[in-house]
């Protein structure tokens, strides 16, 4: 049984800044890539950023230059740096994180979302 748990969310006014946690917790071997995804109703879920387990990171245009993604592999926990924030990236944001469990097998696991509005 794998858990991934955020926190961090809620409500700023645009131009601030606001860190979201992730920490996974289980039957865990190791994880490998993890990420941050977000989703505003009506739309699909899209891609925010990702990290590598050492350290490659990758970003969506929108986000680049103002979020940074990071992991403490000792913690099994990713992190999302937002800053200068625009209304635009309201949304529920959830982590993902592909992990190896103690019986080696793979598999994609999901928080369950925390909510960013960014709002005057």
């Known amino acids: 049984q794998v858990q991934l748990v955020e926190s961090g969310g809620g409500l700023v006014q645009p131009g601030g800044s606001l860190r979201l946690s992730c920490a996974a917790s289980?039957?865990?071997?190791?994880?490998?890539?993890m990420g941050w995804y977000r989703q505003v109703p009506g739309k699909q879920r899209e891609v925010v950023a990702t990290?590598?387990?050492?350290?490659?990171?990758n970003y969506t245009d929108s986000v680049n230059g103002r979020f940074t993604i990071s992991r403490d592999n000792a913690r099994n926990t990713v992190y999302l740096q937002m800053n200068s924030l625009k209304p635009e990236d309201t949304a529920v944001y959830y982590c993902?994180?592909?992990?190896?469990?103690?019986?080696?097998?793979?598999?994609?696991?999901w928080g369950q979302g925390t909510q960013v509005t960014v709002s005057s």
């Open positions: 990290i590598t387990r050492d350290g490659t990171t």
């Open positions: 289980g039957s865990i071997f190791s994880i490998n890539g």
């Open positions: 993902h994180a592909n992990i190896i469990l103690h019986s080696l097998a793979r598999v994609n696991y």
